[in-house]
């Protein structure tokens, strides 16, 4: 089991950053074996300025092209999280370092506004976020979600946005605003319903009696929700499928998705680590599960497979999903974003 020290975190291991050319080894010449980390991991914030806000992805497998990301690095601790890798690049590792090194994107804000003011920039509904959830806790002190939020209501700004925690609630006001100018979407994403499943696999995520207590508040202000059942791990949370989209449909949720776990680059080595101390004994079961998903490797690339799946494993998945969309939320849909109401001036576009 893991250790008391990383209580409250996914990952318990700092596996090798491939983009460092530097690696910290411990050897002592007594040939005792002390661990690395002696003290409980704490979470540091780092400040770093934006060049550019909206960040461009070209995969055939998201709905938008342009997501704005104010935190990179979480401290949900979502084991399976795919935003891992990308910290690598900051230098920092996937594992523990992801969950604990922070970059707060503080300019972000007024580098939005900027690329909203542009005369080149031609208005698409934006992902908020894309990458890492735009409400983990630290959101609670900076409020750049908050005011990403303001400037889309002050523009016209269509956004939609994706979270596991309840701080969503928070910014209620400004979403009710944006709901009544169809400016805005929002998914809650419920993987499983069990609490002591999510205590070591989203550690620092809300319940999933809370987001579909948000579903239903939400809904009765009249903001357009939707639940993404995302990632479906086999072994893990397969069956909590169908009860997840009946017990949305029944807050008033519009739409669901889902995505089958992949466990890419680096999270392959953290994702079964954690799996051999919190579940040795399915370890064998949920990876040779995932990697039939995948065309026999958990590491998987491919447009299209790597979100859905492929093979008999991935064609159940589909149809109890289907079958649960159609009885639970029949005839229901997000309403359509209204692209005309944006202004590249903002406010001043009223006295043009």
């Known amino acids: 089991m893991k250790n008391e020290l990383f209580k409250g975190r996914g990952a318990s291991i700092q596996p090798k950053n491939p983009y460092s050319k530097t690696d910290t080894v411990q050897e002592y010449l007594e040939g005792i074996d002390e661990p690395a980390i002696t003290e409980k991991p704490a979470t540091a914030y780092l400040f770093i300025q934006a060049k550019s806000a909206l960040s461009k992805n070209d995969s055939p497998d998201l709905r938008l092209s342009y997501s704005v990301n104010p935190y990179s690095g979480c401290e949900h601790g979502c084991i399976y999280c795919y935003a891992r890798n990308s910290h690598q690049y900051w230098g920092f590792d996937a594992g523990l370092g992801f969950e604990t090194k922070i970059l707060v994107k503080s300019n972000i804000v007024e580098q939005l506004e900027k690329e909203f003011k542009s005369k080149r920039y031609k208005p698409q509904p934006i992902m908020l976020s894309g990458n890492t959830d735009c409400y983990q806790p630290l959101e609670k002190k900076f409020q750049l979600t908050r005011g990403i939020l303001k400037l889309c209501l002050k523009y016209g700004h269509p956004i939609s946005m994706v979270t596991k925690n309840a701080l969503i609630e928070r910014d209620a006001d400004v979403l009710r605003q944006l709901a009544n100018k169809r400016l805005v979407h929002v998914y809650f994403s419920i993987n499983h319903l069990d609490r002591e499943l999510k205590l070591k696999m989203e550690p620092r995520t809300a319940t999933a009696e809370k987001k579909l207590e948000l579903i239903d508040k939400f809904s009765g202000y009249g903001i357009p929700c939707g639940v993404m059942v995302a990632p479906i791990i086999p072994g893990l949370n ?19 998705g889902y995505t089958v776990v992949r466990l890419n680059g680096t999270i392959k080595e953290i994702f079964e680590n954690w799996l051999k101390e919190n579940f040795p004994d399915r370890y064998a079961k949920v990876m040779h599960q995932v990697a039939s998903l995948h065309g026999g490797r958990a590491n998987d690339s491919e447009w299209g497979r790597r979100i859905k799946g492929t093979g008999p494993l991935a064609t159940t998945i589909e149809k109890l999903f289907r079958t649960s969309v159609k009885k639970y939320l029949k005839d229901r849909e997000m309403p359509d974003f209204d692209m005309t109401v944006f202004k590249s001036r903002g406010q001043l576009g009223l006295f043009s």
């Open 238 to 256: 397969l069956s909590d499928i169908h009860k997840i989209i009946r017990l949305a449909g029944e807050a008033g949720a519009l739409a669901a």
